[in-house]
């Protein structure tokens, strides 16, 4: 439910983004491919763990990552929260002089094309 949550989400985000921005938007589906006899994801061979789910490019070589989450919606502690590949992905990025962001609504990412555009 939340993954389809997300995926919606996303998919709205980047309707918008292409409508409305002159960035590119990179999308990621790194969830890899479910294995339905055995109950699990397969890991897809050379798949970086906890790349975020948009790269966007922008005009004169900006770059920014940013992870979709859903709203808190429910009650579990972890829900909308950055995994610990994610956590680490972003660390990485930020090191290396990157932007990177969460969105959960359509206005977290007209806050964050206002800031680049």
């Known amino acids: 439910m939340k993954a389809q ?4 989400l996303q998919n709205e985000f980047v309707k ?10 990179l999308v990621f589906d790194n969830k890899g491919s479910f294995d339905p006899t055995k109950g699990i994801f397969k890991k897809t061979i050379g798949r ?4 975020s789910d948009l790269i966007l490019l922008f005009p004169k070589g900006k770059t ?19 995994s610990k590949h994610q956590i680490e992905f ?9 932007d990177y962001y969460i969105a959960k609504t ?6 964050i094309l206002l800031k680049y555009e």
């Open 48 to 51: 970086t763990l906890g790349v």
């Open 5 to 8: 949550i997300e995926r919606q």
């Open 16 to 25: 918008y983004i292409n409508s409305t921005s002159q960035c590119v938007a």
């Open 64 to 82: 920014i990552f940013v992870e979709v989450k859903t709203p808190r919606i429910g009650t579990s502690a972890k829900e909308g929260q950055l």
């Open 90 to 98: 972003k660390r990485k990025v930020e090191d290396l002089g990157f």
């Open 106 to 111: 359509l206005d977290d990412i007209k806050c």
